[in-house]
Nanobody, 120 residues
Framework: HVQLVESGGGSVQAGGSLRLSCAGT?????????VGWFRQVPGKEREGVAS????????AYASSVRGRFSISLDTAKNTVFLQMNSLKPEDTAVYYC?????????????WGQGTQVTVS
C-alpha cells in the first residue's frame, strides 16, 4: 500500500519560512522516480512548484519560487522536503507532494493528501 504524507504546513507572516516534509511508505526513492511538489488554490489549476530526480539529483523550479524554495530528499528516511523562504501571500495554497515513475505524467503518480500553507 503506497502512502505519501505531507507535514509542516501552517500559517506564517510574509517573509517567513516553512519546511514541508513528505514521508513515503510502500514506495521508495530511487532513480526510477521523479519527485515533485505542487500547489493549488481553490478555483485554480494545480501548479508545479519544484521537482527532483533522486538518481540524477537534478532539480527544477517554477519561476515564481526560484531562489526562494529548495527541494531536497533524504533517501534513508524516504522523505522529500521543500524549504520555503521569503514567503509571500501569493504562496498561500494547499501543497501536495507526488512521486511518479519517470516517463509517466504527474497525474499518474502517487499523491499525498496535501498540507495547507497560509502566508499573511
Amino acid at each position: 500500500h503506497v502512502q505519501l504524507v505531507e507535514s509542516g504546513g501552517g500559517s506564517v507572516q510574509a517573509g517567513g519560512s516553512l519546511r514541508l516534509s513528505c514521508a513515503g511508505t510502500g514506495i521508495h526513492l530511487s532513480s526510477a522516480f521523479c519527485v515533485g511538489w505542487f500547489r493549488q488554490v481553490p478555483g485554480k489549476e494545480r501548479e508545479g512548484v519544484a521537482s527532483i530526480r533522486p538518481g540524477a539529483t537534478t532539480t527544477a523550479y517554477a519561476s515564481s519560487v526560484r531562489g526562494r524554495f529548495s527541494i531536497s530528499l533524504d533517501t534513508a528516511k524516504n522523505t522529500v522536503f521543500l524549504q520555503m523562504n521569503s514567503l509571500k501571500p501569493e504562496d498561500t495554497a494547499v501543497y501536495y507532494c507526488v512521486r511518479v515513475l519517470i516517463g509517466i505524467s504527474w497525474s499518474g503518480g502517487y499523491w499525498g493528501q496535501g498540507t495547507q500553507v497560509t502566508v499573511s
